[in-house]
């Protein structure tokens, strides 16, 4: 057991847990940048992003800096506790002899008093490292989330929010408080949650289609996302998904961002409830591609929008913590620098 203490007070394992962790920051930068899938890191909680990793060992970077952390947090505190145990009995002593008239001791005391600074300073680093790991366990971020008259859940906070008359609501099971919109360096605060500013826009709500068909009974119909329409008997059609931004990539797949740069919908076709065929419309572009099937024919005539804001989300239940721990920090490294040379 001794040997063990003895182990985590040694400096030499503070200087290659220092020089171990800096050489892993900088491979993790690189591995950030190259290796896929790395994208949501930091969005929800640390251990529970890890937790759905498929490959954890290929996020060995990742692990080792959390092993050495760890290992790094135990020696700091193991070798300020070392370090307090020999000088408080020396202070406390010190502190007689200058009571009972010893001046001579009074100038070593007070010398003694300032080598309390560096230990207050890894104190603030402790708690510091604390609230980080805190954060990791229980907060989470949402970089981007779209915004409108619909109630948004956020599962994370259990509660919803939406945009409605140029505010933000928010419901917590059932009490809805009202906030003007976030500015810029001024979230809106609420139980733990920060709500960022964001930018405004309009959001796609419905579309207008167009339908042709033999009997010339032309329609003009307004649906919205996953909802059908019964052509005639045996013909229906079925609105799948409208995303906001339209491309193809290297793979030929379709796929979206939060922006309405090329927004489009996709819209099937049934007979006698299966399905026939599909294509993409392009709101921007109506009647510039179509859906037929037996002399029927449907086309995008319009869209209607409606506001929208585009926003990010936050806990960071680490961060009143965080604070205390660098003030601390900040006050034993500001008292290091005025002590008296011995």
């Given at each position: 057991?001794?040997?063990?203490?003895?182990?985590?007070?040694?400096?030499?394992?503070?200087?290659?847990?220092?020089?171990?962790?800096?050489?892993?920051?900088?491979?993790?930068?690189?591995?950030?940048?190259?290796?896929?899938?790395?994208?949501?890191?930091?969005?929800?909680?640390?251990?529970?992003?890890?937790?759905?990793?498929?490959?954890?060992?290929?996020?060995?970077?990742?692990?080792?800096?959390?092993?050495?952390?760890?290992?790094?947090?135990?020696?700091?505190?193991?070798?300020?506790?070392?370090?307090?145990?020999?000088?408080?009995?020396?202070?406390?002593?010190?502190?007689?002899?200058?009571?009972?008239?010893?001046?001579?001791?009074?100038?070593?005391?007070?010398?003694?008093?300032?080598?309390?600074?560096?230990?207050?300073?890894?104190?603030?680093?402790?708690i510091l490292l604390v609230a980080h790991?805190?954060?990791?366990?229980?907060?989470?971020?949402?970089?981007?989330?779209?915004?409108?008259?619909?109630?948004?859940?956020?599962?994370?906070?259990?509660?919803?929010?939406?945009?409605?008359?140029?505010?933000?609501?928010?419901?917590?099971?059932?009490?809805?408080?009202?906030?003007?919109?976030?500015?810029?360096?001024?979230?809106?605060?609420?139980?733990?949650?920060?709500?960022?500013?964001?930018?405004?826009?309009?959001?796609?709500?419905?579309?207008?289609?167009?339908?042709?068909?033999?009997?010339?009974?032309?329609?003009?119909?307004?649906?919205?996302?996953?909802?059908?329409?019964?052509?005639?008997p045996q013909m229906s059609l079925k609105?799948?998904?409208?995303?906001?931004?339209?491309?193809?990539?290297?793979?030929?797949?379709?796929?979206?961002?939060?922006?309405?740069?090329?927004?489009?919908?996709?819209?099937?076709?049934?007979?006698?409830?299966?399905?026939?065929?599909?294509?993409?419309?392009f709101i921007y572009y109506p009647g510039?591609?179509?859906?037929?099937?037996?002399?029927?024919?449907?086309?995008?005539?319009?869209?209607?929008?409606?506001?929208?804001?585009?926003?990010?989300?936050?806990?960071?239940?680490?961060?009143?913590?965080?604070?205390?721990?660098?003030?601390?920090?900040?006050?034993?490294?500001?008292?290091?620098?005025?002590?008296?040379?011995?």
């Amino acid at each position: 057991m001794l040997k063990i203490w003895r182990f985590f007070c040694s400096l030499k394992l503070a200087v290659w847990c220092g020089f171990i962790l800096s050489a892993l920051l900088g491979i993790s930068s690189i591995y950030l940048i190259r290796q896929p899938g790395l994208d949501t890191l930091g969005t929800p909680p640390l251990f529970v992003w890890l937790k759905d990793q498929n490959n954890i060992f290929s996020l060995w970077w990742l692990l080792a800096l959390i092993a050495l952390s760890a290992v790094f947090t135990i020696n700091t505190v193991c070798c300020t506790i070392e370090a307090l145990r020999k000088l408080i009995p020396e202070l406390l002593r010190s502190k007689k002899l200058t009571a009972s008239g010893n001046n001579n001791n009074a100038n070593s005391n007070k010398k003694r008093i300032h080598l309390l600074a560096p230990h207050v300073a890894h104190i603030g680093l402790v708690i510091l490292l604390v609230a980080h790991l805190i954060s990791s366990l229980w907060g989470f971020k949402i970089p981007q989330l779209m915004l409108d008259e619909k109630w948004r859940q956020i599962p994370q906070a259990n509660l919803k929010l939406r945009l409605l008359n140029n505010h933000i609501e928010i419901n917590k099971q059932g009490e809805v408080n009202s906030f003007s919109l976030p500015e810029f360096n001024k979230p809106i605060l609420y139980d733990g949650l920060a709500v960022y500013f964001g930018q405004k826009s309009d959001k796609v709500g419905s579309i207008n289609l167009k339908i042709k068909s033999p009997d010339k009974n032309n329609k003009i119909i307004n649906l919205t996302q996953g909802e059908k329409y019964q052509i005639n008997p045996q013909m229906s059609l079925k609105v799948k998904v409208i995303v906001p931004d339209y491309r193809v990539g290297s793979s030929n797949q379709q796929y979206t961002q939060g922006e309405y740069r090329n927004p489009a919908a996709y819209i099937e076709l049934y007979e006698n409830e299966h399905f026939v065929t599909g294509n993409w419309m392009f709101i921007y572009y109506p009647g510039f591609s179509q859906v037929a099937y037996k002399n029927i024919k449907v086309t995008l005539d319009s869209a209607k929008w409606y506001p929208a804001l585009s926003v990010g989300i936050a806990k960071n239940p680490g961060a009143i913590t965080a604070l205390i721990g660098g003030l601390i920090l900040l006050i034993g490294l500001l008292w290091y620098l005025t002590i008296i040379p011995i």
